[in-house]
């Protein structure tokens, strides 16, 4: 079996939750206090994450379809696993789809939006045939991209004198009930308790020694960045235009002038929407892969291709970009919770019952 390094499987993890997310304007929806709901879903996320690693406790070198297995049995586990293979298939398509339409709108508006999903997709299978070893090593080279990007683009943000703190004023002017309402319904789901798909690569991992811990202080280093993200766009742009932004951080971006000659640094903000859409892409396409063969007992690189071409069918059902707008933030986030919280809470509560039911057999046992 290929192994990775605690590191690496940690730099997947923090580049999936990264992904496109601070390219948008997280919780738009309560103006100024938008950085209030992230914090609130950020620390509610490190909860939900508790409950993954106490699952992956249970049984570290699991899978996430043996995980269901073992907590469902064989037939219903095994139903789970290929509901949840159906599941990151659609994740990976919303995020295709995604590349294909921001690309079509940003950067090349005459060519063909398959043509565009085509090629993306080509290169996540790509990846995924390569196996999970390759994809940690390239997860690793592009994460010090993606960290002097993002630094790059604060720093000129902040010289061009960009940020208006005021801009995050008044603190909580409609109360705490909006606030916690945006946490709980859409934050909660997107994007802070999406580590459920580390179930699937932990096995992987050579040295699990603090795996836990280590995933924990991932999630909350990419929290923090998230949330400074997310205020210094407030900043800029003001609740109003955050809103209506399709995104935000490209409109901060087109904002900075400096010295006459420094501007147009759109290509610097696309070049991270299409790392972090690739490195999330590829991760649900892998776990959709490595799921599905697990359930089927097929090899993964024989799935490589049906997978990729039902994610790339599913593509092509959606008719617009404003429908993939409803689909992505309304129909979703409803979903979203079903599969990263419900189900797994649900395991958490198994696994503990059946313990005490062991428990209770070994006393019933020693009384006898």
Known sequence: MQQIGKNQFVILMMLYIIGGTPLYELGSQVHQDAWLAVTLSALLG?????????????????????????????????????????WFSYEAMLNIRGVGELTSVALLPATPVPFIMAIFLGAA?????????????????????????????????VIARLPVVHRLLPVMEHGLAPVAYASF?????????????????????????????????????????????NMLTMCVLGPELSALSVLPLLE???????????????????LLLFIGLY????????????TLGFVTGAKSHTLVAPVGAGIYALTLTIPSISYFIWLSHDHT????????????????????????????????????
């Open 46 to 86: 490190v909860l939900v994450t508790a409950v993954y690693i106490k699952l992956y406790s249970r049984a570290p070198a699991a899978g996430l379809g043996e995980l269901y297995v073992m907590h469902f049995g064989q037939w219903l586990g095994k139903a789970v696993a290929l509901l949840y293979v159906l």
């Open 279 to 290: 490195v999330k892409l590829t991760l649900l396409y892998f776990a959709a892969v490595l």
């Open 252 to 270: 901060v971006v087109q904002l900075i002038r400096l010295a006459n000659f420094l501007e147009r640094l759109d290509i610097l903000v696309t």
């Open 333 to 368: 986030l409803r979903l979203e919770p079903l599969f990263q919280i419900a189900i797994p809470v649900v395991m958490l509560v198994i696994g503990v019952r059946k313990k005490y039911r062991k428990v209770g057999a070994v006393a019933k046992d020693a009384r006898a």
């Open 125 to 157: 299978a790509f990846t995924v045939h390569k196996g999970v070893e390759v994809f940690a090593r390239v997860a690793q080279l592009l994460m010090p991209i993606v960290v002097f990007s993002y630094s790059l683009l604060v720093l000129l943000i």
């Open 185 to 229: 319904t859409d934050l909660i789901a997107f994007p802070f308790s999406q580590f459920i798909v580390m179930l699937v690569f932990c096995k992987y991992v050579g040295d699990k020694t603090r795996l836990g811990g280590a995933t924990v202080r991932a999630q909350i280093i990419v929290s923090v960045f998230l949330i400074l993200m």
